[in-house]
T-cell receptor, first 118, second 113 residues
Framework: ETGVTQTPRHLVMGMTNKKSLKCEQHLGHNAMYWYKQSAKKPLELMFVYSLEERVENNSVPSRFSPECPNSSHLFLHLHTLQPEDSALYLC?????????????????FGPGTRLTVL | AQSVSQHNHHVILSEAASLELGCNYSYGGTVNLFWYVQYPGQHLQLLLKYFSGDPLVKGIKGFEAEFIKSKFSFNLRKPSVQWSDTAEYFCAVKGTGGFKTIFGAGTRLFVKA
């Protein structure tokens, strides 16, 4: 148990559906992240939130919409997705964002949501 | 732009063999370096990390990694692998002063019993 939970663990949706992924961290961290993990590709950073403010949007299409209502919860709202969006979506948290070498930059990952878009 | 290259996508070893997984990064400034591991069916978790000081870093389960700044490398080593080390290993780099951690594509290690 890493202290980061994600629901649902599996999701199958059609291209016209709207769904949301949820992430919750129980570690008292201030920063949260969404990553996309596709087969045979490096882990891709999608969004970063620090103290509930979005600090990074890594050129992600607008059909993915993040929401961070507080420092413990992070959502990823999905609408009109494409089959190529099928992947494992990972949430992570870290104690804080820093610009200096710091042990607080270590990220703790959730189990992921396996998304299939039909 | 930052990038991370892991040299081997798949490695197969017998138990007790020595392991070295290569990782090279591209970044001009000061970096934080990580190795993460994902065991079958489990979360991605931190194996070890380098921030400053001794470039030889020791992590969990007998793993170590050496930061060689002149070679932009952070190779992972273990003198004697076990069947339970079967997993996927990811090297990651974060430039200080930035927000992004860049991951390599991963190396799948299979250890034969």
């Amino acid at each position: 148990e890493t202290g980061v939970t994600q629901t649902p663990r599996h999701l199958v949706m059609g291209m016209t559906n709207k769904k949301s992924l949820k992430c919750e961290q129980h570690l008292g961290h201030n920063a949260m992240y969404w990553y996309k993990q596709s087969a045979k590709k490096p882990l891709e950073l999608m969004f970063v939130y620090s103290l509930e403010e979005r600090v990074e949007n890594n050129s992600v299409p607008s059909r993915f919409s993040p929401e961070c209502p507080n420092s413990s919860h992070l959502f990823l709202h999905l609408h009109t997705l494409q089959p190529e969006d099928s992947a494992l979506y990972l949430c992570a948290s870290s104690q804080e964002m820093t610009g200096l070498a710091s042990s607080t930059d270590t990220q703790y990952f959730g189990p992921g949501t396996r998304l299939t878009v039909l | 732009a930052q990038s991370v290259s892991q040299h081997n996508h798949h490695v197969i070893l017998s138990e007790a063999a020595s392991l070295e997984l290569g990782c090279n990064y591209s970044y001009g400034g000061t970096v934080n370096l990580f190795w993460y591991v994902q065991y079958p069916g489990q979360h991605l978790q931190l194996l070890l990390k380098y921030f400053s000081g001794d470039p030889l870093v020791k992590g969990i389960k007998g793993f170590e990694a050496e930061f060689i700044k002149s070679k932009f490398s952070f190779n992972l080593r273990k003198p004697s692998v076990q069947w339970s080390d079967t997993a996927e290993y990811f090297c990651a780099v974060k430039g200080t002063g930035g927000f992004k951690t860049i991951f390599g594509a991963g190396t799948r290690l299979f250890v034969k019993a």
